[in-house]
């Protein structure tokens, strides 16, 4: 199942942490990032499909070594729609940070500089997009947007840029305002 239709039951149940208004705020914010750097929204988007690859992988590591509960525990403490240089720092490591810069530069033509002022924001939001699936009755219970997430078929194709896209369309707003 895809990372939006995941997305989507998690907004139909309402055990789950998910909300319009949840996604409308990770909208706004993107289209925010855009006005601010003067950049495509279609830029934002590309950055935000290959952080949502640099995370998975990085949340598959986290996954191995300290199990769903410790992944869940880094989702909730850092997702949101506020900058978090702490998230980075937790998540990636250096050599990880500069293959990520290297690759949203070479696909999006920013320069190096804005995207590393954007990434504290953009790692956050992926994060959001993830922190959906939450439980809110219950901390045992497992958080399908996250597994699906993490659980992906290996082709390395996260469609994180696909899902906001999906939210945009299913929340009323024209696609191109993001």
């Not at 139909?12 to 996604?23: C, I, K, V, Y």
């Not at 191995?64 to 937790?90: D, K, P």
């Not at 990636?92 to 920013?110: D, E, H, V, W």
């Amino acid at each position: 199942m895809s990372l939006f239709n995941q997305i989507l039951n998690a907004l139909d149940n309402p055990e789950q942490e998910a909300s319009t208004n949840q996604l409308n705020n990770i909208l706004d914010t993107v289209q925010q990032l855009s006005g601010n750097y003067q950049t495509q929204p279609s830029s934002i988007e590309s950055a935000m499909s290959i952080v949502g690859n640099f995370t998975r992988s990085a949340l598959k590591e986290q996954r191995s070594q300290g199990g769903e509960a410790q992944v869940q525990q880094l989702v909730n403490s850092f997702a949101g729609n506020q900058a978090s240089s702490q998230a980075i720092n937790t998540l990636f490591k250096n050599s990880q940070l500069q293959a990520m810069i290297q690759q949203i530069s070479s696909r999006t033509g920013l320069n190096a500089e804005s995207i590393q002022r954007m990434l504290p924001v953009l790692v956050p939001l992926v994060l959001n997009m993830l922190k959906t699936g939450k439980n809110t009755r219950t901390a045992q219970t497992g958080n399908p947007v996250l597994n699906s997430f993490l659980d992906t078929d290996g082709d390395g194709d996260v469609d994180v840029a696909d899902a906001m896209r999906m939210a945009s369309q299913y929340l009323g707003r024209n696609k191109r305002r993001w």
